[in-house]
């Protein structure tokens, strides 16, 4: 078991995507985020099981290059959105 907050391991991010696989789904996941932000019950539900159950507090700090600074989950999931770096970890 993983320990609440810690992101999910290369397997376990393979089978969240999965119905993410084509654009359109994506976009859709995407779009909601955008629309509902991350007060969004459905949003914040995703936000968790991404991260074992609990959403991370800022500040988020990701393997980009460059850019390694995200103020919380919220701001660094929606930077994946838009770059549509969906792998991207924490």
């Given at each position: 078991a993983q320990q609440p907050g810690t992101p999910l391991s290369d397997q376990e991010y393979h089978k969240f995507f999965k119905f993410l696989r084509t654009n359109t789904q994506a976009s859709t996941a995407?779009?909601?985020?955008?629309?509902?932000?991350c007060k969004n019950?459905?949003?914040?539900?995703?936000?968790?099981y991404e991260n074992h159950g609990v959403?991370?507090?800022?500040?988020?700090?990701?393997?980009?290059?460059?850019?390694?600074?995200?103020?919380?989950?919220?701001?660094?999931?929606l930077y994946r959105c838009i770059m549509k770096k969906y792998f991207l970890k924490v």
């Open positions: 995407c779009h909601l985020r955008e629309l509902y932000g019950l459905l949003v914040q539900r995703l936000d968790k959403i991370p507090p800022g500040p988020i700090c990701s393997e980009l290059p460059g850019n390694p600074f995200f103020h919380n989950f919220c701001t660094f999931s």
